[in-house]
């Protein structure tokens, strides 16, 4: 196989030019698609949450006399 801009490589056997195809026999026209039915968009609906949240989603911070502020538990000496 010989590069274009390599002078220096040589011609590899079985590299040689293709031997010419048989033309491919026409297939007949193709008809056009059907134009599509259009879909009816479903109406959506707002979910309520479960728990209360606020203006960014999240939940609202409860305080929970089990934890402390950083949501671990609070030990207690009974």
Known sequence: MRDKKDNATFDLPGF???APL???PKAPPVPLPRPRARRVAVRQEQ???LAP???SGLPVWQRDE???V???PVWRKD
């Open 53 to 55: 949240t606020d203006a």
């Open 16 to 18: 040689g030019p293709a």
């Open 66 to 68: 089990e934890l402390d």
């Open 47 to 49: 979910l309520e949450l």
């Open 22 to 24: 048989e033309p491919e």
């Open 70 to 72: 950083t949501g671990l």
